[in-house]
């Protein structure tokens, strides 16, 4: 059995590596193009089929219709769906493949020189003379001259006047070296030299040890005590305060006895006053009278020595009072990553079963769709939702099965990407649900999928 061959295409086709690739990533966009047209023509047909379509007068369908339009859209979302997987395979291969690097470019013309050297340094200051080299080796001592022949000795003659000093010898030999003389005395110290520049500063010695913590001093005597401030200016009086109420009246003394009425005189001159009688019983205390106006206040005395007895001891610390209750503690956080969500149009409870971390307070129910709020208050929540391609899909949150107006996204066109935030107060034992709702739709979700906050503010 043999293979079949190739056959020749003509003309020739010759591509480099990378327009191949580009090629290719445009073929997988020309066929995402091409699905995205699909599965807006299939919304198309529910609208029609619905009666909900613009522009177009609807023909009345039966239930019976319906289901069956329904059935045929979702044969197509599932084939929808599989290309897309293989789209999405063969676009990681194509982005996985390496590409090959071209041929080195030609070398650039060089650049212009910098601008001009800039102006010499000053000279440094001289450094410190360096210490005298030690002697050089002294060289060989030349070799010694022929001694003349010597005369005969004639008489002695008077002693002539004393000759010139003849040509010194040849100097000999270098004796050995005597024995080292002692040491002469210290000769008197040189003047100072001028002091060479700093050398470089050393590297910082080990820190030593610290040393043991002297004895404490004795305290010093205690300073005079300064003179006393001038007194300050005496504040201003304060409001009368409220009158006591008046004490009550003491008993009444009792009356003497009353004296004997003496004969009536004739009537004359009137005589002399007799002697008052016995004092009546005193009548009821009259109305307690108006406050008289409060006098002026007196001037300030000077102000007394201050005293000098000893601080009181601290009081004992009271004991710490309990911890308060932290509201934002009740609160939650759970998301579904990657899951894949058949939307029907009367809504879809989301999922929500990855990376949950449930605060106390509030539970989350087996099938991971509804969030029951144990305690009354005011809520923040926010959610997003997340899918590969746009969909012409709404969002919401739903309190006790009720849709919240102010969490509810409606985009005009299809949209992948679905997220609202807001405030509101709820009764104890509240649920929460996150919904997809407003079309029969295949949603595949996009990391990080459909999330969910829900925080207790008060």
């Known amino acids: 059995m043999s293979l079949s061959d190739f056959p020749n295409i003509s003309p020739n086709i010759s591509i480099t590596r990378e327009e191949a690739i580009n090629l290719l990533l445009a073929s997988i966009a020309l066929q995402e193009l091409g699905l995205s047209h699909i599965l807006n023509a299939e919304g ?22 319906i289901l069956l339009v329904n059935e045929s859209i979702k044969n197509t979302i599932a084939a929808v769906s599989l290309e897309e997987a293989i789209l999405q395979a063969k676009l990681a291969d194509i982005l996985a493949a390496q590409t090959l690097p071209g041929p080195t470019g030609p070398t650039g013309p060089t650049g212009p020189l910098g601008g001009p050297s800039g102006p010499t340094g000053e000279t ?84 030593g040890a610290t040393g043991a913590t002297g004895a404490t001093g004795v305290a010093g005597a205690t300073g005079a005590t300064g003179a006393t401030g001038a007194t300050g200016v005496a504040g201003a009086t304060g409001a009368t305060g409220v009158a006591g109420a008046t004490g009550a009246t003491g008993a009444t003394g009792v009356a003497g006895a009353t004296g004997a009425a003496g004969a009536t005189g004739a009537t004359g001159t009137t005589g002399a006053t007799g002697a008052a009688g016995a004092t009546g019983a005193t009548g009821a205390t009259g109305a307690t009278g108006a406050t008289g106006a409060t006098g002026a206040t007196g001037a300030t005395g000077a102000t007394g020595a201050t005293g000098s007895g000893a601080t009181g001891a601290t009081g004992a610390t009271g004991a710490t009072g309990e911890t308060g209750t932290s509201l934002t503690a009740n609160s939650a956080f759970a998301s579904n990553t990657s899951g894949t969500l058949l939307v029907v149009l009367g809504g879809l409870n989301i999922p929500l079963p990855n990376n949950q971390d449930i605060g106390p307070g509030i539970t989350i129910n087996g099938a991971n769709t509804t969030f029951t709020l144990a305690n009354a208050g005011r809520y923040y929540i926010s959610y997003k939702i997340s899918a590969t391609a746009g969909v012409l899909a709404q969002s919401r949150v739903m309190l006790n099965g009720v849709s919240i107006p102010a969490s509810v996204t409606s985009p005009a066109v299809a949209a992948s990407s679905y997220l609202a935030d807001f405030i509101i107060t709820v009764t104890s034992g509240s649920t929460i649900i996150l919904q997809l709702f407003g079309l029969v739709a295949t949603v595949v979700l996009s990391p990080p999928g459909a999330t969910i906050n829900i925080i207790r503010l008060s």
């Open 124 to 207: 440094g200051v001289t450094g410190a003379t360096g210490e005298t080299g030690a002697t050089g080796v002294a060289g060989a001592t030349g070799a010694t001259g022929v001694a003349g022949v010597a005369g005969a000795t004639g008489a002695t003659g008077a002693t002539g006047a004393t000759g010139a000093t003849g040509v010194a010898g040849a100097t000999g030999a270098t004796g050995a070296t005597g024995a080292t003389g002692a040491t002469g005395a210290a000769g008197a110290t040189g003047a100072t030299g001028v002091a060479g520049a700093a050398g470089a500063t050393g590297a910082t010695g080990a820190t």
């Open 44 to 65: 198309e047909k529910l609208q029609y089929v619905l009666g909900t379509l613009p522009g177009v007068t609807p023909i009345p369908a039966t239930i019976s219709d």
